[in-house]
């Protein structure tokens, strides 16, 4: 039963969002909160992510957006004595600070208990030694292993077992530092790399059983000992690659009963071994050939999978984890989708699917090849009633060029090329593999050189021959209905069959829905989840009209667009924002209805909207969900350019978009209309020019003047936006441009490098209310999502500030928006210029409105209704500053992928963010550097410096203040000349020492690095290579002087042994001025 | 093209992929994900059509060592997409294959949800399960044979042994079993804690068990109504007190209905590998497989019979114990195949209580 001594509980979160921790603890994190909150518990919790929902003050009780260490966590338990804390729900991040509060006797001096699983269950499980101890003290097989602290002790272990041999370093998230090694050269790197990243010096080096199914299951346990799985999930890659990188199928379809229920057991054994309590996860490897199957890992905690499971099943994991930790039992919580016990297993009556989202399509130059070490940022998932229809589904809700599984360019390749490539364990093995099968090649041999089940290539193969059929059959509509089950899109058929759509829509064909409901139709559940099919029943209609003859009075429905899987340049915030616009929707009296294909997401969670469509972010899919709903209209501005995107195709399809008009979001985005738009209110811009030509793109340089901003017209979000200094650099990049594509110009424009601003504001058409203006610590040429951000302002003048509220206005009024508006200027030499506008929600907004106070979204949303946002109660324009300063810095995820510079550009790289929050900016500053998990040392060590011509004399000030504060600095020759000039002692070192460098930073014995690149992605560049292997070692590289400043200024505070304090973010808000002339 | 007509008149129509021919049968759904093969050939589904509703079946193929019996008795099986090409190592032919020779119907390409959903709401129906498209003359003569179908009394003999015959000669426990229809795996799980087991036709009498000397009878799982097996429970009720008896799921059953409680037909049965029982004296729980179609009614029971499982979905009874007469039984299968192995431990307990048991008896037999 529920332990009634809890009255306050302490949940942490799991921080910024990296490769290897995503969304997934958000949702966690927030049913968590939920479940608190309903057993009128209070909860205080603590996260350094501002983009969550989890950290808004509705969600949680006392909300503390602080930096997630040891001495902050320390502080607010002093301060706020909760009885319990949850560690279990806020991923790796969460486990390991318990762990330290835990050592540091800091709740059992505060008498906190860690609810759940206790420290010695989470260490003997995270403990590769003690797991390896107990597995064999319990009978369950390990594979052959060794725990290394050293180079020397690994190659004992390589000596007695050969390659390959896999690397986990203990204690990482998502693997981090680890990898398969085949030859030493690679064992020694992976090794000293493990060794270094893990935080007890720790690797396990283990024979490789590559090859083996990858099968994992979640469990739930309490202490009451009921064990039970929410599902068991099979990898389609086998072991070897990452489950996190791995194609993934829920629940397993190549084991038989025996191999399910010795599995099944065998996870039920350890974890009542380990004595864990709540959700859980097992990963096993199974011999294809044998019953011999070896335990490879457990998650003491809820994890990534459990995300997937929850949405897979429709089971609640992280919610009924924390009801177990607050003392339930399994039997005596009820199972909210059918009313029943939540302690049974749930049954399934369809296919999941799960690709991963990773990030090459903007580091086309990154190392693709996947293994042990996680690289992709996001997922999606699809249900559909058969494996090929969700796996078809699967791929087309990656939201890639291509829907299909054929015609990605493979199809160049002849049969040997293509068989020899197959070899090469990558993102795009499945499409070559589909390439294969199109080929007629056999499946056995594909078979023995993928290693992937027979079965599963069998089902890739029923799909590859029902193109084949497509395009050699007539189109009978019995044909037409078997591709639709097969998850075929009607524009693929159409293309396939040269048909029309005219012709499809004549055999009158619709979509039809079925509900996830945890038990495969065994109870009547009322579970508002659904999932398209054909050719079978329709239950949606049937669960719309129950609801409506459940309310008072009739209400319209509403779809709200979500953002998709989560990838550089659209994360979490964007859920945030859906998530708010579903709420919102049903506060105002309409049914929400969310279409989204992320299963890691809050908005996922069907508890969130009305009803919940889990399908991909396609027009064909969307649209099928709209006709069935048959909605008042769509939201697209809250779900991302995701959403943005479809905007076009369901205006062709006559479908209101509601808010701000289809028309104003292409005057946007249409350079010209855009151009003219801005001359006409009066508003300076950038000059620029679309050129064809090298000759042309040197004639408009000649015009606009070096530097220039330039940038292909065919894509959006900043990918391959560059800054050029000369001639030389420019047609490098033109030359390059043309080459991909000559259709398309390429886009100049004058390179402005003064202040960026940032502004989001909300209209109604008539006015705008902003909450705030954000200043760039990084001056323009460093993407916004990159930049670190100030709010409030602290360098801009009253009057420019009134200038930008006036050119928003102007811009919101033109235009027409009714909801969200973001808009970012540049400053220089006190003249401001518009650079950019985006007629939806930004990557701010949960930012701003968590400083600012104002629910963003939901006035948003209202405005969206009609309602005016003078009603909001906030006033009009800019609103007045809050009394805190926010520091934003980006957090990037370069351990995890390789050969990827980690120069800040104009194309965004970070994959999440935290915030630092105090009364004044030097102490923000300070935290928001913490919370990005940087080191401050009272021994100065060596910095390394090495920069670009053009930044040799804006870098002067800070290069003084570095000696200043007694860092001994280390030069390359051009810096170290200009050093000397200036009078800065500085050591030189050649950039072709890189080896002696490198292992000073193996030593870590360089404190960071400044490094500004030249230009070119030259991988044999430097400059390059420096930062890459400083990124290896973890040492932070800062590769614009300003963010380097700024790294000087928290340094100064941290210097001054500045003692922080810790506050929740609605105290902050409220302070006054006092604590600044302290 | 085969079709499926249900009782309310409920026509669906699907490929089919097992033998040719038509059969009555009644027709249950069941939830498990895995484990086709041991649901096929467990005699309990003796003149029934089972409908998967995991989607899709037959991935694993046919294999020679998950039989639950050597001939399966079910008379058809409806699944929503049938696997054309199985793969496993130790898969010996398909499951279109197997339904073929062993003279069993079989439909694919069926919204087997929206089926399941009809017999949810509807309750059990009864149905004919044939391989051949069917006109409308032919759907009205069958309706009428199916109202009049039901799963006759006859069927214990049917699947039973004819032949007494003994398993595990070596064992320690001798043991009588009586076979009702019994899942091979039932045997195993006691041949593999020591027992001897001597299996009986479902037509023996009490006299013959009771004489043999045996240290302990276990009733095995079977199909049909269990109140319609009155020779059965009649020998039952003679041999109470007088040896120790195990049930399971049938067997379970008719030991209610000798020691004085009645029997129900629930409205869909219980079949899957996910049912949640708990343990009424220690309160543990335990994740069960399950195949029946009667549940004990728990307000009947008498006071002698202490109810020991539960189910955790809808209260029904799962066990019960009269520990004075070494009577105990579960509905469920801790022998599992298909579905989890939670309940084994059940069979431990019994064992152990067999042990113990045959002393207690022998000081009772000694004083008569």
């Known amino acids: ?616 972010m396609n027009i064909e899919y969307v649209m099928n969900v709209i006709k069935k709903e048959n909605p008042k209209g769509v939201l697209v501005q809250f779900g991302g350019q995701t959403a943005i995107n479809l905007a076009e195709k369901l205006d062709q399809e006559g479908i209101k978009i509601l808010g701000t008009s289809l028309k104003s979001i292409n005057a946007v985005e249409d350079r010209k209309v855009f151009e003219k738009l801005l001359k006409e209110l009066g508003i300076p811009q950038p000059k620029g020019l679309a050129v064809n030509t090298a000759t042309q793109a040197l004639n408009a340089v000649k015009e606009l003047g070096y530097p220039v901003l330039v940038r292909p017209s065919y894509v959006i979000g900043g990918r391959g936006m560059q800054v050029v200094y000369n001639d030389e650099e420019l047609l490098t990049y033109i030359t390059e441009a043309l080459k991909f594509s000559n259709e398309h110009p390429v886009l100049i424009d004058q390179y402005i490098e003064g202040q960026e601003v940032e502004l989001d504001a909300i209209s109604d058409g008539r006015d705008i209310l902003i909450p705030g203006i954000c200043e760039h610590i990084e001056r323009a040429g460093v993407h916004s999502g990159d930049s670190m951000s100030i709010y409030p302002s602290q360098n801009i003048s009253r009057k420019n500030e009134k200038i930008m509220t006036k050119y928003a206005a102007k811009i919101a009024q033109k235009l027409n928006i009714k909801g969200l508006m973001n808009i970012q200027f540049i400053i220089k030499d006190d003249k401001v210029y518009v650079i950019e506008v985006n007629p939806r929600a930004s990557r701010t907004v949960p930012i701003m409105s968590k400083v600012t106070g104002i629910p963003m979204v939901d006035i948003a949303l209202r405005a969206i209704l009609g309602k005016s946002i003078k009603r909001a109660g906030f006033g009009v324009g800019l609103y007045k500053k809050s009394n805190l300063v926010s520091v934003k810095m980006p957090i990037f995820s370069w351990q995890k992928l390789n050969r990827i510079d980690p120069a800040l ?174 | 093209m085969g079709t499926l007509i249900l009782q309310d008149g409920t026509v669906i129509k699907g490929h089919s992929f097992g033998a040719i021919g038509g059969y009555c049968g009644e027709v249950v759904f069941n939830t498990s994900m895995t484990g086709y093969q041991e649901i096929l050939t467990d005699l309990s589904y003796a003149k029934q059509i089972v409908v998967m509703t995991y989607p899709e079946i037959g991935n694993y193929g046919i294999n020679d060592f998950d039989f639950g019996a050597d001939s399966p008795a079910l008379v058809g099986l409806i699944v929503k997409n049938n696997c054309l090409k199985e793969n496993h190592y130790k898969s010996t032919e398909s499951l279109s294959n197997y339904l073929r020779s062993n003279n069993i119907i079989a439909l694919d390409s069926i919204d087997t949800r929206s089926l399941v959903e009809k017999i949810r709401e509807y309750g059990t129906m009864n149905g004919f399960i044939t391989s051949n498209d069917v006109d409308d003359e032919f759907i009205k003569e069958k309706l009428t044979e199916l109202k009049e179908f039901s799963i006759k009394k006859d069927v214990i003999y049917d699947v039973s042994t004819k032949n007494r015959y003994i398993y595990n000669p070596q064992g320690k426990i001798n043991m009588a079993f009586l076979d009702y229809g019994a899942k091979k795996s039932i045997l195993n799980s006691l041949a593999r804690r020591n027992c001897k087991l001597t299996v009986y036709p479902s037509s023996t009498t009490a006299r013959e068990i009771l004489d043999n000397g045996f240290d302990a009878l276990f009733l095995s799982n079977g199909p049909g109504d269990p109140s319609s097996f009155k020779f059965q429970i009649e020998q039952l009720k003679e041999m109470l007190g007088k040896i120790p008896i195990f049930g399971i799921c049938l067997g379970y059953q008719l030991l209610a209905l000798a020691s004085g409680a009645s029997t129900y037909k629930l409205k869909y049965g219980h079949r899957g590998g996910n049912h949640p029982v708990i343990n009424l004296e220690n309160n543990k729980v335990i994740i069960t497989s399950q195949n029946h179609g009667y549940a004990v009614d728990l307000e009947s029971i008498p006071k002698i019979m202490r109810p020991t499982y539960k189910n955790l979905n809808d209260d029904t009874l799962e066990g019960f114990e009269i520990s004075s007469l070494g009577i105990y039984a579960v509905q469920f299968h801790p022998e599992a195949k298909p579905g989890p192995d939670d309940a084994a431990v059940i069979f431990d307990e019994w064992v152990n209580i067999a042990q113990k048991d045959i002393n207690r008896f022998n000081e009772v037999k000694n004083e008569r």
């Open chain 1, 1 to 616: 039963m529920k332990d009634k001594s809890l009255k306050k509980v302490l949940v942490i979160g799991s921080g910024p969002i990296v490769i290897g921790q995503a969304a997934e603890f958000d949702y966690a994190g927030v049913q968590a909160c939920r479940a608190l909150k309903e057993e009128n518990i209070e909860v205080v919790l603590v996260n350094s992510n501002p983009a969550t929902i989890m950290t808004d003050e509705q969600i949680a009780s006392r909300v503390y957006i602080e930096p997630l260490t040891l001495e902050s966590l320390t502080y607010i338990i002093e301060k706020e004595r909760p009885q319990g804390l949850i560690a279990s729900l806020g991923g790796q991040t969460a486990l390991n600070l318990a762990c330290e509060l835990y050592d540091n006797k800091v709740l059992e001096k505060y008498n906190v208990r860690l609810l759940g699983t206790k420290i010695s269950s989470i260490k003997e499980a995270e403990d590769r030694e003690l797991f390896k101890e107990l597995m064999e003290k319990i009978g369950e097989p390990v594979p052959k292993s060794a725990i290394v602290s050293s180079y020397e002790e690994a190659y004992k272990f390589y000596e007695e077992i050969g390659f390959p041999i896999i690397i986990r370093p203990a204690f990482t998230l998502g693997g981090a530092g680890g990898g398969i090694a085949r030859n030493e050269k690679e064992y020694e790197e992976i090794v000293y790399t493990g060794l270094s990243q893990s935080p007890i010096n720790q690797v396990l080096v283990e024979k490789s059983i590559a090859g083996f199914k990858e099968i994992e299951y979640e469990v739930i346990r309490d202490s009451n000992d009921t064990c039970i799985i929410i599902c068991n999930m099979e990898n389609i890659d086998p072991i070897g690659i990452h489950t996190g990188d791995s194609f993934v199928v829920a629940p397993s379809q190549t084991l038989t009963n025996n191999e399910y229920q010795m599995l099944r057991t065998s996870a039920i054994k350890i974890i009542r071994a380990l004595k864990i309590e709540g959700g859980c996860n097992v990963q096993f490897a199974l011999d294809t050939m044998s019953n011999q199957y070896y335990v490879i890992e457990v998650n003491p905690r809820v994890s990534r999978s459990s995300a997937l499971a929850s949405k897979a099943t429709g089971y609640p994991i992280a919610k009924i984890t924390t009801k177990i930790a607050i003392g339930y039992n399994l039997h005596e919580i009820k199972n909210p989708i059918t009313n029943k016990t939540a302690a049974f297993e749930p049954a399934l009556d369809y296919i999941v699917t799960k690709i991963p989202k990773w990030p090459f399509d903007k580091f086309s130059q990154g190392d693709r090849i996947l293994g042990t070490k996680m690289k992709a940022t996001g997922e999606i998932m699809a249900i559909g009633r058969t494996f090929v229809s969700s796996f078809k589904k699967a791929v087309t809700s990656l939201e890639e060029r291509y829907t299909g599984l054929l015609y990605r360019g493979f199809e160049e390749l002849n049969n040997d090329e293509l068989l020899t490539q197959l070899f090469i364990q990558d993102d795009r093995r499945i499409f070559r593999l589909a390439q294969a099968l199109y080929n007629n090649n056999d499946i056995n041999k594909l078979c023995a050189i993928t290693k992937i089940d027979k079965w599963f290539i069998s089902k890739i193969k029923e799909i590859v021959d029902m193109e084949k059929e497509l395009a050699h059959k007539e189109l009978t509509k019995s044909l037409y209905i078997k591709a639709k089950e097969f998850g075929f899109l009607d524009e693929e058929i159409t293309k396939l069959t040269q048909t029309t759509i005219e012709t499809l829509r004549k055999f009158n064909v619709e979509a039809s829905f079925r509900v996830v409901d945890t038990c495969a139709a065994e109870f009547s559940a009322s579970t508002p989840y659904f999932y398209s099919t054909y050719n079978e029943a329709d239950e949606a209609a049937k669960y719309k009209q129950l609801a409506q003859e459940s309310y008072k009075k009739p209400k319209e429905n509403i779809v709200v667009l979500g953002s998709g899987p989560i990838r550089i340049g659209q994360g979490i915030e964007f859920d945030y924002c859906s998530v708010h616009a579903a709420m919102e929707l049903t506060k105002n009296g309409y049914e929400a209805v969310m279409i989204n294909s992320n299963p890691e997401t809050l908005s996922t969670d069907f508890d969130i909207a009305t009803r919940l469509y889990f399908e991909p």
């Open chain 1, 905 to 1078: 550009a104009p194309e965004m790289k970070s994959t999440g963010e935290v915030l630092g929050i105090d009364t004044t900016y030097k102490k923000a500053l300070y935290k928001a550097f913490l919370a990005g998990g940087h080191k401050f040392s009272k021994s100065k060590q060596r910095v390394l410096v090495s920069l670009n011509d053009h930044c040799k004399k804006p870098a002067l000030p800070m290069l003084k203040k570095l000696f200043k504060q007694g860092f001994f600095i280390m030069a390359t020759w051009g810096t170290h000349k200009f050093l000397e000039k200036n009078g800065i002692p500085s050591k030189m070192i050649e950039k072709f020492m890189i080896d002696k460098l490198q292992k000073r930073m193996k030593n870590g014995r360089l404190s960071f690095i400044i490094n500004t690149p030249t230009t070119g992605k030259n991988s044999q560049n430097a400059g390059f290579q420096i930062r890459t292997i400083a990124q290896m070692y973890g040492i932070p590289s800062f590769t614009s002087i300003d963010t380097a400043s700024a790294f000087l200024v928290a340094y100064k505070v941290f210097d001054k042994n500045t003692q922080l304090t810790y506050d929740t973010i609605t105290n902050y808000r409220k302070k006054k001025f006092l604590d600044m002339f302290k």
